[in-house]
């Protein structure tokens, strides 16, 4: 059984930086692209950052391109986020995803297989 295991997530400070990890287990990921959505109560669920198996193509949401880095430890089947000089619209729960590609759609889960449950991260002013 596949399982997507987030964590980082909590209250911090605009102006802040944060790091989210994502620990995937239950299969073979070889291939697989790995990446970040967010999702605020009434909105439609957004890329924030994705990253191929190898590495070499990354894609970054709007909000956010500029100030974050996301990367992969494919050891340890682990994915990062990181997100710098945090902004109250960035108030979001985080969600982990892993899929075969990247579809760049939300009408089917962007490509998505896989999702964690979610981390909920507060930006404060």
């Known amino acids: 059984q596949v399982q997507l295991l987030e964590s980082g997530g909590g209250l911090v400070q605009a102006g802040d930086s944060l790091r989210l990890s994502c620990a995937a287990s239950?299969?073979?990921?070889?291939?697989?692209?790995m990446g970040w959505f967010r999702q605020t109560s009434g909105k439609e669920r957004e890329l924030v950052a994705a990253?191929?198996?190898?590495?070499?193509?990354?894609y970054y949401g709007d909000s956010v391109k500029g100030r974050s880095a996301i990367s992969r430890d494919n050891a340890k089947n682990t994915v990062y986020l990181q997100i710098n000089n945090l902004k109250p619209e960035d108030t979001a729960t985080y969600y982990c995803?892993?899929?075969?590609?990247?579809?760049?759609?939300?009408?089917?889960?962007?490509?998505?297989?896989?999702w964690g449950k979610g981390t909920l991260v507060t930006v404060s002013s």
């Open positions: 995803a892993v899929g075969a590609y990247y579809s760049g759609s939300a009408t089917n889960n962007y490509g998505m297989n896989y």
């Open positions: 990253v191929t198996w190898s590495g070499s193509t990354t």
């Open positions: 239950g299969r073979n990921f070889a291939n697989y692209v």
